[in-house]
């Protein structure tokens, strides 16, 4: 409907003067910016630097971390510096880490969200200085992060105890799969990685109406951002136990439906 969920957007700000402009004028406004007014007034991600450090045992067993960041903000505080030292070394299980980041302000454009904010700044570190351990170590990358990977009931370096996960079992069906054992060619590489990012609550709104032949219709007060229809559909279908091809789900308004908080990649579904 509108593409990707992307946290750039959830900010507003062409939307009020258009707004404004229409009411004053009686007739329909539309409103684009330059290249240089998006620069200035949505923003870039954030550059960064990056200190790892990852001690472990001669069989690959992780046994401390620590990640120092630094994220570039613009001329006022606000980079995704949360994202960076609370997903670093949020996939895996160790015993002794810390993370700690720097909110830096310089002479450039202000920040936006990208993509799980800060979150792949502060993997990169972690799984870079991951790989040159397994090469030290003479093991597979995956080995060594399946042998430290995170799951149910493990801690989390950020501080809450995981519930049921799949991090395990994605890394087990990758070390399976075809392609990561197919022979590589001349000028050849392949490589892994594994990433983190949280969910986020807040109020959300939908009504369940069930018809006369059976089917359900769904309304939700978050627009479809990129597949979120089908997600609702499933968990509806899966509460309910019938077949997900029963369950229709429409897009309502504040007319329609509750509150929803704002809709975001984070949240829209998770909430």
């Not at 499933?234 to 509460?239: F, T």
Request: proline content about 5%; glycine content about 16%.
């Amino acid at each position: 409907e509108i593409g990707g969920g992307f946290g750039g957007k959830t900010i507003v700000y062409l939307e009020p003067l258009a707004t404004a402009l229409s009411k004053k004028s009686g007739r329909p406004v539309k409103m684009a910016m330059t290249r240089e007014e998006v620069m200035r007034a949505s923003g870039p991600t954030s550059g960064s630097k990056s200190v790892v450090k990852i001690g472990c045992k001669k069989d690959g067993t992780i046994t401390a971390a620590e990640g120092t960041y630094w994220l570039q903000a613009g001329g006022l505080p606000g980079a995704p510096v949360r994202g960076a030292v609370g997903c670093a070394l949020a996939p895996y299980d160790i015993p002794n880490g810390h993370t700690l980041g720097y909110d830096v302000v310089c002479n450039r454009s202000k920040v936006a969200a990208y993509r799980a904010p800060g979150a792949p700044i502060g993997s990169f570190g972690v799984e870079c200085v991951l790989d040159e351990l397994a090469e030290e170590l003479g093991l597979d990358p995956l080995d060594l992060r399946l042998k430290n990977a995170a799951k149910e009931g493990t801690e989390a370096v950020h501080g809450p105890v995981y519930p049921v996960m799949g991090y395990v079992e994605s890394l087990e069906s990758a070390k399976a799969h075809d392609h990561y054992n197919a022979p590589l060619g001349a000028n050849q590489g392949r490589g892994v990685a594994s990433g983190f990012w949280f969910n986020a609550g807040g109020e959300s709104s939908a009504q369940v109406n069930i018809t006369e032949d059976g089917n359900v219709v769904v309304t939700t007060g978050h627009p479809d951002i990129g597949g979120s229809r089908a997600g609702i559909a499933n968990i509806c279908a899966e509460l309910l136990g019938i077949d997900y091809k029963r369950v229709s789900v429409l897009i309502g308004d504040t007319a329609t439906i509750g509150f929803s908080n704002l809709t975001g990649g984070s949240r829209g579904l998770f909430a």
